[in-house]
């Protein structure tokens, strides 16, 4: 048995009004759900925390619904939830996609939404995915709620706006018009973190966000730009190569994955073409 | 090491992290609701496995994996890499697969908890097993109960599932040997064998 994680206290909170309070009293208590990101890291001994507050059992953070103009996921919402949900399934078929590509059907049955979007990993499957839908994401504390584009959710390399007493609720995810689509490159099929992961939305003014070519997940707002001007998709990749930032690190190069990314944007652009299947 | 005493017995005995209730004086009861279980104290906890309520006092930090092998002795879940990657760990928790290393003891509590040994009927083997063995579906054999659980998981969500969903199905199993094929194809058995009632 490891015994990294030699230090745990876990808070259950008997409601999320409960669990807010909690977070505004105790500084440094971290919120825990599906655990598959923060156990890797206690296993690794790089979390330094010791005290947790446990989420899973907060029923109300694992709703899926419409509500009014735009499609409510609860924090909690699972990605095998937000692969059965005909909701998501209508309205974000690129969150169905990206859901599917996340780790096996172990991780999915048991990795969140939320936790996702709070790792804010530059290379989290759905983030590309919330920034190419322009979603909000809805931050609740005890004080009350406040809403976030999710495209400014990010300050930087896993540093986001969230208040240390603040939990995420859910996103909101509006009405998106235009073809959707989202690939991931990675080493293999299952399991592989991303090299290269895109989200994109084909309409008048298409919307194209990258994962793991940035510090945070981006839009690539002077390749959309070429885009709607009616730009060819040769001159819009040449754009794109010299928009994003990658790295080189263990899972890839910065060579590598500007080339793929440019890849991808031809991909989408045929694939999304009037007249052909949607995917 | 005592004659008579298996190593597993003695590895069991000795500094374990977990223990089971009877050989540990009860330890003061959390409540669910207010509570919060502090690091380094044992709590008592009663998780459902294979269909019987099993009392064990756990610490907070106690993964799944560690109180279902060190505490109740049911050592055919293996640990793997620990970090959500290899699937060796799988059990099912309401009838769904997920990996015992990525959840805490004190999360289970509440859940029906499904490990390879669950699958047996008796000395008799689980329509899955019986498919593996026919099928020769391991070689090491280390991931093989991992793989197991994540098909019997998957037949519980499609009873008669086509390769692409098998494959769909296993793809948080690694298999260091290279046994997919014959994986896939005792999976395609087991959908077989559980449809004519065995």
């Not at chain 1, 909690?22 to 005290?51: F, H, I, W």
């Not at chain 1, 969140?112 to 499957?125: Q, V």
């Not at chain 1, 959707?180 to 592989?192: L, N």
């Not at chain 1, 999304?272 to 299947?277: K, L, S």
Request: glycine content about 10%; overall charge positive; charged content about 20%.
């Amino acid at each position: 048995m490891r015994t990294a994680i030699s230090r745990l206290s876990l808070v259950e909170p008997r409601s999320l009004r409960h669990a807010l309070r909690l977070m505004r009293d105790e500084a440094g208590l971290v919120p825990l759900a599906g655990c598959t990101d923060l156990y890797v890291a206690l296993n690794d001994g790089a979390l330094r925390a010791t005290r947790f507050l446990n989420l899973w059992p907060i029923e109300e953070l694992r709703v899926i619904e419409p509500r009014g103009p735009v499609l409510f996921i609860g924090a909690l919402a699972t990605y095998s939830s937000l692969i059965r949900s005909a909701d998501v399934r209508r309205r974000l078929p690129m969150l169905v996609s990206a859901a599917r590509e996340v780790g096996g059907r172990q991780v999915q049955n048991r990795g969140t939404l939320g936790g996702n979007i709070a790792n804010g990993s530059p290379a989290g499957d759905t983030l590309p995915v919330l920034a190419a839908a322009e979603a909000t994401v809805v931050l609740g504390s005890a004080t009350g709620t406040r809403r976030v584009p999710f495209t400014a959710f990010y300050k930087g390399y896993r540093t986001t706006v969230m208040r240390a007493d603040e939990l995420i609720l859910g996103i909101e995810v509006p009405e998106v018009e235009g073809r959707q689509w989202f690939c991931k490159v990675g080493t293999r099929g299952a399991q592989a973190i991303s090299k290269v992961v895109m989200a994109a939305v084909r309409a008048p003014h298409p919307r194209v966000a990258l994962g793991s070519v940035a510090p945070t997940v981006v839009r690539v707002p002077k390749t959309e730009a070429a885009l709607t001007g009616g730009a060819s998709v040769d001159e819009a990749r040449t754009i794109l190569m010299s928009e994003i930032a990658p790295i080189d690190d263990i899972r890839s190069t910065a060579a590598y994955r500007r080339h793929v990314a440019g890849v991808l944007l031809g991909r989408f652009w045929e694939q999304t073409a009037a007249g052909r299947p949607v995917y | 090491m005592k004659r008579g005493m298996s190593r597993r017995r003695f590895m069991t005995s000795v500094g374990a992290g977990v223990t089971t209730a009877a050989a540990v004086a009860a330890a003061p009861r959390v409540a669910r609701g207010s509570p919060v279980a502090e690091a380094g104290r044992r709590v008592d906890l009663v998780l459902q496995v294979n269909g019987s309520r099993r009392r064990i006092a756990v610490e907070p930090r106690t993964t799944l994996i560690e109180a279902i092998r060190d505490g109740l002795g049911l050592t055919g879940t293996k640990p793997g890499c620990e970090r959500g990657e290899c699937g060796a760990c799988t059990v099912l928790i309401d009838g769904r697969p997920r990996y015992a290393c990525m959840m805490l003891a004190l999360e289970a509590e509440g859940a029906e908890v499904t490990t390879v040994e669950g699958l047996m009927r008796g000395e008799a083997l689980g329509a899955v097993q019986q498919a593996f063995v026919e099928h020769d579906a391991f070689q090491c054999g280390y991931c093989t109960s991992g793989q197991v659980m994540a098909v019997e998981g998957l037949l519980r969500q499609h009873a008669d599932p086509s390769l692409e969903q098998i494959r769909q199905g296993l793809a948080g199993n690694l298999c260091r040997c290279g046994a997919y094929a014959h994986i896939f194809a005792a999976a395609k058995k087991a959908a077989t064998l559980k449809g004519t009632g065995r």
